[in-house]
């Protein structure tokens, strides 16, 4: 009787764990980090993903651009960034409505129609 018990004791905490580990993110453990474009040796534009959901983003194009706010993971593989604050030395910019990342796998984020990479 208590081998019975401790074999359903058992299989109710692996049905449980499968459970929660299902239904967590499958999104890669650890996003943060610094994602380029075309690649980190010569950047042309870079995307760096903090842990404590605070990014930054910098480019080259337009006459050089730099940007910074939040990030929230949305759903499995996206991420909307909220931009807080915008610095150029050419031109003023709008603050741009939030707006989605796809991530690919560890190493690959889509941004728009750009591949960045780690």
């Known amino acids: 009787m208590k081998g019975l018990f401790i074999k359903r004791i058992t299989w109710y905490l692996t049905y449980c764990g499968l459970l929660a580990y299902l239904s967590g993110n499958s999104y890669p ?46 759903k499995e593989n996206k991420i909307q960034i909220n931009t807080n604050k915008i610095v150029s030395p050419n031109k003023p910019y709008q603050m741009p409505p939030p707006q989605i990342i796809t991530i690919l796998s560890s190493q690959k984020l889509k941004f728009g129609n750009l591949l960045y990479t780690r």
């Open 29 to 74: 453990e650890n996003i943060d980090g610094k994602y380029c474009q075309p690649d980190c040796d010569k950047p042309v534009s870079y995307l760096i993903l903090n842990s404590d959901n605070t990014f930054s983003f910098s480019t080259m194009l337009y006459g050089g651009m730099s940007r910074s706010g939040n990030w929230n993971l949305i």
